[in-house]
């Protein structure tokens, strides 16, 4: 098993080499199969602030939906990448709140705020930093959103202390991620990180939700689950139809959910 420094800068390296490349390709190649990194990614086109240079479609859902953003509110998207969910955050926000992006990746930032600049939205940050140890201060954000991130963060429950750190009292969090429902076999494990890097970090359902009541949150909810399994005819390259079929009748699967909670 990969320590978390070699996990981090594989991270950094796959999501530097998506921010260098054009929105229309979003995917990197492994010396076996090309990644598909937009595979879980939902439809933001029809948002209000939508910025289609800032849609890199690495997301596993839409945290804004059901993060109960109010105009004026102070809001932190972590590993806000090239400011997809910023901008419609920013949106509902409007000019008498403020929105930070964090994001541990130089070509992100630089992409981010390069978006930033075309907009001119002077209430919108983006600064570098790691989600396991945020520099930012104590009770500052009304809300924390994070969209098919923490997933990939090697210390979740770091990662969950540190939300709850900087949200302000009776401040909520709402994140989107990938969840594993039953086992997965080795190798269709194997098969699902080739296809769909964000699947790496993923935790059975259960312990990810253990972590987050554990961080000391109230009012803990899953606002919405979807299923996001790898195909069929991708899985047959590596384990049989017959063990495929086993898996899914076990009700196993890779999920994405929306998770909130309040402080």
Known sequence: MKDADSLKKIVRDKYAGIALASRDKSCCCSN???????????????????????????????????????????????????????????????????????????????????????????NVEFVKGDIEQIPLPDNSYDVVI???????????????????????????????????????????????????GCVSGALQKEEYMEIVRNAGFNQVEVKNEMVNDVPDEYLRESVSQETIDDYRASGAGIFSITVVGTK
């Open 32 to 122: 076996k199969k090309e990644l598909d990194y937009s595979v879980m990614s939902l439809d933001y086109t029809q948002k209000e602030g939508y910025v289609a240079d800032a849609d890199l479609k690495l997301g596993c859902g839409i945290p804004t939906d059901h993060a109960g953003i109010k105009p004026g509110d102070h809001l932190l998207d972590l590993g806000s990448g090239a400011g997809n969910d910023v901008f419609v955050a920013r949106s509902i926000v409007g000019e008498t709140g403020a929105i930070t992006g964090l994001d541990f990746t130089d070509e992100m930032i630089a992409k981010a705020r390069s978006n930033n600049e075309k907009m001119g939205f002077r």
């Open 146 to 196: 994070s969209n098919c991130v923490l997933n990939l963060v090697p210390d979740k429950k770091k990662a969950f202390s540190e939300i709850k750190r900087v949200l302000k009292p009776g401040g909520h969090f709402c994140v989107s991620d990938i969840v594993l429902k039953g086992g997965l076999p080795g190798d269709m494990r194997d098969a699902a990180e080739l296809y769909a």
